[in-house]
């Protein structure tokens, strides 16, 4: 299995709070993800990192923010977290595409979040 | 808009069944398909496919990918209980610092014993 920790892996908290889940990963793999899982969507990307303090936005990255001081952390921030951002949140990694091929990203088991 | 449609939602079927997943898309700047098993946690990587009519196959799993037309199915032969899960199919889609994985909504599929 990939070694990727997500923590927490429950959390309930209050409209109006701020939240971060944190991803650690022990693979030195250079590209990290935040995905979030809701029912009839499957999973979409919130943000993704490339590097070191190197992020871009996914398709609903708004109402959230992430940071990456070093290769092995990558963290998402709820600023004042609502109820439409309950959800299962997954991170994933992978490594560098390399010649042109693909490589596939493997996920960490991720954090159920209930906002309240 | 980029999308990715898996058919059916869901299925039941008896050990010992065959099923065949499908998974249709019309997606941007493709670079490969991926399917992921989901049980009650972090899906689990099956296939990358990037090459039209050429399968891959993982003891009762197989894959395939058709470019032209914009689809790909999973087979699962001989269907034992362990492999009631999400189904997930991914396209990869290539962006200007990275890649990243558009979804389906994912096929339920339940073996009953």
């Known amino acids: 299995d990939a070694g990727i920790t997500q923590s927490p892996r429950h959390k309930v908290t209050e409209t109006g709070t701020p939240v971060t889940l944190r991803c650690h990963q022990t693979e030195n793999h250079r590209y990290m993800y935040w995905y979030r899982q809701d029912p009839g969507h499957g999973l979409r990307l919130i943000h993704y990192?490339?590097?070191?303090?190197?992020?871009d936005k996914g398709e609903v990255s708004d109402g959230y923010s992430v940071s990456r001081s070093k290769t092995e952390d990558f963290l998402l921030t709820l600023e004042s977290a609502t109820s439409s951002q309950t959800s299962v949140y997954f991170c994933?990694?992978?490594?560098?595409?390399?010649?042109?091929?693909?490589?596939?990203?493997?996920f960490g088991d991720g954090t159920r979040l209930s906002i309240l | 808009e980029d999308k990715v449609v898996q058919s059916p939602l869901s299925l039941v079927v008896h050990e010992g069944d065959t099923v065949t997943l499908n998974c249709s898309y019309e997606?941007?700047?493709?670079?490969?398909l991926l399917w992921y098993k989901q049980e009650k946690k972090a899906p689990t990587f099956l296939f990358m496919l990037t090459s039209s009519g050429i399968e891959k196959k993982s003891g009762r799993l197989s894959s395939i990918l058709d470019k032209k037309e914009l689809f790909s199915i999973l087979n699962i032969t001989a269907t034992q209980t362990g492999d009631s899960a999400v189904y997930l199919c991914?396209?990869?889609?290539?962006?200007?610092?990275?890649?990243?994985?558009?979804f389906g909504a994912g096929t339920i599929l339940r073996v009953k014993s």
């Open positions: 990192s490339y590097g070191v303090k190197d992020t």
């Open positions: 997606v941007t700047n493709f670079r490969s």
């Open positions: 994933a990694i992978s490594e560098s595409p390399w010649r042109g091929s693909n490589q596939p990203q493997h």
């Open positions: 991914a396209v990869t889609q290539a962006m200007e610092y990275g890649n990243k994985l558009v």
